[in-house]
């Protein structure tokens, strides 16, 4: 079995724990719908897909598009549901902020190549980890144009409850999921390659255009494929 096919195999196993996972929660989840008065774990690791970029090559269904967790360093705080509000964005002003989230500073920077946002708007994007009243009001526009994006999206999540650290198992799991699903380091035969319309592909960072996800860290790392054993126990647990 080449690598190819050692890749494929284990990326169709993946998406058959992902398929136990979503019958265990009962189906995806959209970030316009969910509220922190839903029952979330402490800590976890998610997985989202978007409308209409499918899986072409390893089966049937939507493919991830991004893949993330939370509260990595010793001593971190954030929970689970805090770490998705901050990617929804505020329900009040329909806006957010892509300082305090990653996951909106790059879906932010495909929009403003896409559609061509002005600069009196744009202008500023992902500039400094904060910013005055007067550059957070002139960008609003372009952050409800994202938050309507981004909660559209559906997802899943698996508790992991693990406590920070290096060791953390979230980290693992998020790390091994994005290089096995990455086609950084096979652009002449990718696996599940994004349509042709998916946004990440004006996104600014070279790293989303070639892996096809949402991430630019562990793109090109190599996986182990020992961490199917654990992800598929786990799930199972739950």
Request: glycine residues 10%; contains cysteine; neutral net charge.
């Amino acid at each position: 079995m080449d690598l190819y096919e050692e890749r494929l195999r284990d990326v169709r196993r993946f998406y058959r724990i992902l398929d136990s996972l979503e019958s265990k929660l009962g189906g995806v989840r959209t970030l316009a719908e969910a509220t922190g008065k839903m029952e979330w774990p402490r800590r976890g690791v998610y997985f989202f897909f978007e409308p209409g970029d499918l899986r072409a090559t390893s089966g049937d269904g939507p493919r991830v598009v991004r893949v993330g967790t939370h509260a990595l360093k010793a001593g971190a705080k954030t929970t689970l549901w805090q770490r998705l509000r901050q990617h929804r964005g505020s329900l009040k002003s329909g806006g957010g902020n892509h300082r305090g989230s990653v996951f909106r500073l790059h879906v932010g920077s495909a929009l403003i190549n896409r559609d061509d946002w002005p600069a009196e708007i744009a202008g500023d994007w992902g500039i400094g980890s904060s910013a005055s009243k007067e550059i957070r009001d002139r960008e609003r526009p372009l952050e409800q144009a994202l938050s309507k994006h981004i909660r559209s999206m559906p997802f899943l999540w698996a508790k992991v409850d693990d406590e920070p650290g290096p060791d953390s198992l979230r980290g693992c799991l998020e790390r091994n999921a994005i290089a096995l699903l990455s086609n950084s380091n096979f652009q002449e035969k990718p696996i599940d390659p994004p349509s042709r319309d998916w946004l990440g592909s004006s996104a600014k960072s070279e790293s989303i255009r070639r892996s096809g996800l949402w991430n630019v860290n562990h793109v090109a790392d190599d996986y182990d494929p020992d961490f199917l054993d654990w992800f598929e126990r786990h799930v199972e647990a739950l």
